[in-house]
């Protein structure tokens, strides 16, 4: 791999999101690994309000029908899919940050990627899981090229991204942003085709989120860098 083009290892909480919010990203990196977290379905089946609003009996369908939505469209990007034996909160069974932590470890280290990007970690609460999981990580892996990226629909929630800023600079961590390198021989028109293509794919969770539910995920993705920084920083945040 260039050091123009490195691969990628996008921390994804669910099935859609990685697409959601770096789809664009995704089409310039046509070998990157978009790693599910929440990707199992329970042990018994139960049915729950968002699944029912996707058009699903119960989770077990779910999971599975998500699973090959994921699949459609990370094939169209050439994306490596991995899944990590985790269920989302609505299931009522979701890990401890520590249990996350170790297990997100171990398969970025199997990886051959040299740039994660993780979710800033805006609103939901298997985000927000996420996150403080890849914020325990990051301190041992600070070789690498850290992202977060800015949580598609959940941003759009008032002031989420500045809160998320101030906690990160509370535990010492450095936001700065900045995009990570792409392939620029992959023009804007192609890449934003390519998304469209993808987030269509998901058709369960468009229909759960409603017609104007999802637009977000159609503006421009955005980007933080993040580093551990050894001093106290006081920082202002741009307006958004």
């Not at 469209?73 to 899944?83: K, N, Q």
Request: net charge negative.
């Amino acid at each position: 791999m260039s050091e123009t083009s490195p691969r990628l290892f996008i921390v994804s909480p669910h099935f859609d999101d990685a697409v959601f919010s770096c789809g664009a990203l995704l089409a310039t990196h046509s070998d990157a690994v978009v790693c599910t977290v929440f990707a199992a379905a329970p042990e018994q089946n139960m049915q729950t309000d968002w699944d029912s609003k996707a058009g699903f009996p119960g989770a077990q369908e779910s999971v599975n029908a998500r699973t090959l939505e994921d699949n459609r469209a990370l094939e169209l990007f050439d994306a490596v899919p991995v899944r990590m034996p985790f269920r989302d909160g609505q299931y009522l069974d979701s890990p401890s940050i520590s249990r996350l932590a170790a297990a997100l470890e171990e398969t970025i280290y199997r990886s051959t990627a040299n740039t994660l990007l993780m979710p800033l970690g805006l609103h939901h609460a298997d985000h927000v899981l996420v996150f403080d999981a890849c914020c325990e990580i990051l301190p041992r892996l600070s070789h690498l090229a850290w992202f977060a990226y800015e949580d598609a629909i959940h941003r759009r929630q008032p002031g989420v991204v500045a809160a998320r800023l101030d906690d990160l600079e509370r535990r010492g961590i450095v936001a700065t942003p900045a995009h990570p390198s792409a392939d620029h021989t992959i023009d804007a028109g192609r890449q934003a085709s390519l998304k469209r293509e993808a987030v269509a794919a998901y058709a369960s969770q468009l229909r759960a989120f409603g017609p104007q539910g999802y637009d977000d995920v159609f503006n421009a993705e955005h980007y933080w860098q993040l580093s551990v920084s050894r001093t106290p920083v006081r920082r202002s945040h741009p307006a958004r």
